[in-house]
């Protein structure tokens, strides 16, 4: 059996996150850290990734498919060029480099319509996201294989879909499900019925963040309910997915939270919506929590 691991890349400096945040429907620590502030810090995230890979046991043999999207970093792009071909134990690194559209969930669907006659399996992250537990692409499989009707994997977690994106995707309240970050695993097979279906793995054909967010990470694991499949989480105590920044700096990842800091949260996120309903009302609720915030300090 041939499997990879695609890792999508990118050397675009980006908002830098010094803690994971809870997020999603159920809550849970699935806003990830990151610091990638210049092309260095991209180098070294991949780097610190591969060191991770050769030293762990996925529990089968795998490659690695990292695509970079070009944003026109010369020593980025070198890097990425310079990697192809690497050998890894149980397998090799492939690069690919690429326009950068549609974000990670282009990155996805350009590594698979170009290695999908290679591979049986893939699964799919971001760079800032590290899969490297003992067993990590055997465990996902072994789910994968014994569930029935499973077309995908999700190893951050599977969320609710806001409503807001009902509209764009053609859902409803039994469709509206998806997988943070895209994150997970499926067979060739089942995205090969979704190339057959959309023409591509979903993702936005353009460079607009909340579109990439919609028509991508929200778009791709959906898309495979829509074919009649079903999404599945790894069992509740099994952590696959770390933030990368998190590891980086020993930082123990909790992926649930207490009670209680599950209840704060559920209750400013009904608060909050409350108050967003107008734009004038989103102001006023801004103001007194940022008055509020100066009054503690």
């Known amino acids: ?73 010369d020593k980025g792009n070198k890097f990425i060029n310079d990697l192809s071909g690497t050998k890894i134990p149980g397998g090799k690194i492939n690069c690919i480099t690429r326009k950068n559209i549609g974000r990670s969930f282009g990155s996805y669907n350009d590594a698979f319509l170009n290695y999908r006659k290679n591979y049986e399996y893939f699964l799919f992250t971001e760079d800032d996201i590290n899969i490297s537990q003992n067993n990590y692409f055997k465990i996902g499989l072994d789910i994968f294989q014994n569930e029935k009707n499973c077309g995908f994997v999700a190893y951050i977690g599977i969320t609710k879909i806001g409503r807001w994106h009902w509209k764009d995707l053609g859902l409803n309240k039994k469709t509206a499900y998806s997988c943070h970050g895209g994150t997970g695993l499926s067979s060739t097979k089942i995205l090969n019925e979704v190339v057959n279906k959309y023409g591509h793995l979903p993702h936005y054909k353009g460079a607009e963040k909340l579109k990439d967010i919609t028509f991508g990470e929200v778009a791709f694991p959906n898309s495979i309910i829509q074919l009649g499949y079903k999404l599945f989480d790894l069992p509740k105590d099994t952590i696959l997915a770390i933030p990368a920044y998190d590891l980086i700096r020993n930082i123990e990842y909790k992926k649930w939270p207490t009670f209680q800091k599950k209840c704060i949260f559920i209750f400013k996120s009904k608060i909050y919506n409350i108050f967003s309903k107008t734009e004038f009302t989103l102001n006023i609720y801004l103001k007194i929590l940022k008055a509020f915030k100066r009054a503690i300090n």
């Open 1 to 73: 059996m041939r499997v990879a691991k695609v890792i999508a890349t990118c050397f675009k400096q980006k908002k830098k996150i010094e803690n994971t945040y809870l997020v999603g429907d159920p809550v849970g620590y699935f806003g990830h850290s990151q610091n990638c502030m210049n092309t260095s810090d991209v180098i070294n995230l991949l780097e610190f990734n591969i060191e991770r890979e050769k030293n762990c046991n996925p529990g089968l043999d795998r490659d690695l498919i990292i695509v970079n999207s070009d944003v026109g970093s």
